[in-house]
């Protein structure tokens, strides 16, 4: 992929979060936000991954722990799915992890708690996406 690609993945996938977020407002739980917006990728045609396992690398040995991602699409772009007053760092930091532990270019951080979805979202890159043809 490229990076125009990729920002475009990214594009798509945030207004079908805004469809989600303007169809249900805030006020409800993770989990009804992360089912509906599968839901919506789903139905667009995006390949899907939800609650995937991040197999943890620790030097040399694969570590299955139980850390799981809530959204992954095309196998590139990872998805936090947060329903909270606030986001905070760690939220920040846990995606970034995901992102460097399966080395995928993207990751989207989305607060479904917030009146305006768009303001409240994170988008992150990493060195993956660097390296990513223009």
Not at 5 to 23: D, F, N, P, W
Not at 115 to 122: F, V
């Amino acid at each position: 992929m490229t990076k125009k690609e990729v920002t475009q993945l990214s594009y798509e996938i945030t207004g079908l979060a805004i469809k989600v977020h303007k169809l249900l407002g805030p006020g409800l739980l993770e989990s009804v936000y992360e089912k509906c917006l599968i839901w919506e990728l789903q139905n667009n045609g995006y390949k899907v991954l939800q609650q995937q396992i991040v197999p943890i690398k620790y030097g040399n040995v694969v570590i299955e722990a139980d850390l799981r991602l809530d959204i992954m699409v095309n196998d590139t772009v990872i998805i936090e799915v947060k329903a909270v007053e606030k986001l905070i760092p760690v939220f920040e930091a846990q995606l970034l992890t995901y992102m460097k532990l399966l080395e995928k270019p993207q990751g989207l951080l989305f607060n479904f708690h917030s009146e305006n979805l768009t303001k409240s979202m994170i988008p992150l890159v990493n060195e993956y996406f660097k390296r990513l043809p223009d």
